[in-house]
């Protein structure tokens, strides 16, 4: 017979939508040697999602391509809502700006996911040798039970199937000549089965992967999932819509707007203008509805039907196109999985463990945020650098996520959906003051900034494991060895909140004056980082008290050293950047700052990136950082972020044995080398 070729790789990712991306990413920013498998044949050209969050942009930077996305994309600013006035006929009822103001340094855009997907492999490319191998997908899978707890161990064995481009290039919808997404839609019956069968037994295409970790990150469908036999809990109903990107032919005043638009009696439906001209409609199909076997027939729909419910929601204004790029339809209950992973071996992440509509644009970036939760802990623990218990708090973290964003989702659905209320008397109807009131409430949710993970090993708060609502034994911080538990000290950084994301201010390089917003020094390159609001360090008292803290930091056996492997530089492991807020003129490096804070290397000297000052620049004003972190500018404090910029503790100069227990709980020390 034919032998199997039989190899090793640390982690198995399959799927190569955005989750999958997301986590070769960190696969690749931490040196882990990674295979990232999909069944297409080609990525994604055009359509599909589109939206992309604050947060999102945020995490694409400290990668450093944001800028790609930024350019490139088309920036959305206003919101109209149009209604029905007394008469029936829809007019504009509000503008909204469509990002909050202020609550991050970049606002929402959109730009179809083929663009996002290209900055992915670009970014690949520049930091690895992990290629995504297309034409390729599971065919079984088996977990050695016995060795799940052994970091050493291989305890996955997955057999993969090579396509041939034939099979994994599907066939497109005969129904129109513009290129169209049904394939790719859940609308089709997945073929993952199929595929299996039909290429076993061929000569040469199967192989043998040996894994520590896989990621399921294969969409709705998710082949993973169903090998672990996870249940995804939710709604029975499946709301069908037709989406249509189209350059617009149109006397519509707002069509360069985000637009909600409720018609009196023909339905709803959303605007998202785009780039390169292009408009997206995205149109709930009322009178298309799932059968018996809960799937719609996907032959009634075509560009020209999704354009007829569009032309009557918009009335009296007109609209047709004569270019139309991409289009789709595809049925979305919203569901969330019971279990996010398998003995914290095997993790689903995306689509894979929830489904909404896209209403509120969030597909992607859920999907893309769950990976990146995940990716540098799958990372540092491959590496040995973080315990393994800290895999636990994936589910924990991101099951919580999914849950309110279903709930988000649901009550939104409801409000977009219905029929406008004709008065207050008629109760069947939706109130638009109540839409308007649950877009501005739903907004901060949108951004993704509102995520708020609760007390783990990883996240120093008050609060238990049962608050986590899902039963999951997360821990709170604590050393594992002696027990003790730690809180942060929320009160010192009143606008720094555990459990969230580090908000960004500018601050100036104390070496050369430049302003940088902080967050662009929060890089996705695996490391923890300790932010020292290192405060008046002009006053005699502050002097004392940092240099007391780097004394500690710095001794033999300390935690930062215990943590960092002997042979790499002290900021390998945990960087320390300080943050001062004494005049920047009154202020010398070498004078005023113990070198562990601007550490010597002998090749090249001091590092001059590692000190900032909140003080006023020269072309780009003052941010009162301190004041807008709300930290004291006497005394400062310590702040820890992950190498995900969440906020894991916060304390005094002096409390650095709750530090420690912080690290202790978390890092695995570093054996000799
Ligand atoms: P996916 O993007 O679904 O990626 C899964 C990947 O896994 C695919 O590349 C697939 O080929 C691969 N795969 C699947 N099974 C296997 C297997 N067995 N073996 C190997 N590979 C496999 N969201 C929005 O926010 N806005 C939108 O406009 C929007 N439009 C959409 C249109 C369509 C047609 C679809 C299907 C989804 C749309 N979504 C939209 C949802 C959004 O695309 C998803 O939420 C997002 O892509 C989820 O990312 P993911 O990486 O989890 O999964």
Redesign the pocket.
Known sequence: GVVVPESNCDVLI???????MMMAAWMARCGINARI????GTKIFN?????LQCRSLEIFDSFGFADRAWKESNHMLEMCMWNPGLDGVIRRSDRLPDTIPGISRFTQIVLH?GRIERFFLDHLKKYSKIEVERG???ESLEIDTSKVEDNFAYPITVKLRHLTDEEATPEQSKASKVED?LF???LAADD?DDLIRKSRGKEGTAEIVRAKYMVG???????TRRQLGFEMEGEATDYIWG?LDIIPITDFPDIRMRCAIHSAESGSMMVIPRENKLV?L?IQLTEITPDATGRADRSKITPETILKAAQKIISPYKISYEYCDWW?A?QIGQRVGTQFDAHTRVFL????VHTHS?KA?????V?MQDAYNLGWKIGLVVKGIVQRSVLKTYQSERRRVAQDLIEFDHRFSRLFSGRPAKDVMDESGVSMAEFKEAFVKGNMFASGLSVDYGASMLVAKQGSSAEQGDGTDVSTAHNSLTGKQVVGKQELSTNIKLGMRMPSFKVLNQSDARPWHLQELLKSDSRFRIILFAGNVTSATQKTRIKNFCVKLDAQGSFLRRFTPASCPIDSVIEILTLHSAKRCDVEILRDFPELLHPFDKQVGWDYNKIYVDDESYHEGDNHAYENYGVDKERGCVVVLRPDQYVGYIGDFEDVEDLETYFDGVLVKATKS
């Open positions: 399959v799927g190569a939508g955005p989750a999958g498998i999909d069944k297409r359509g599909q999602a589109d939206g996911q390729v997908l599971p997404g790719r839609s859940n993952t990150c294969d969409g709705a469908h998710s082949w989406v997206r995205y789709t595809y992440a995306g689509d894979a896209p644009g969030q597909g992607m970036n999907s």
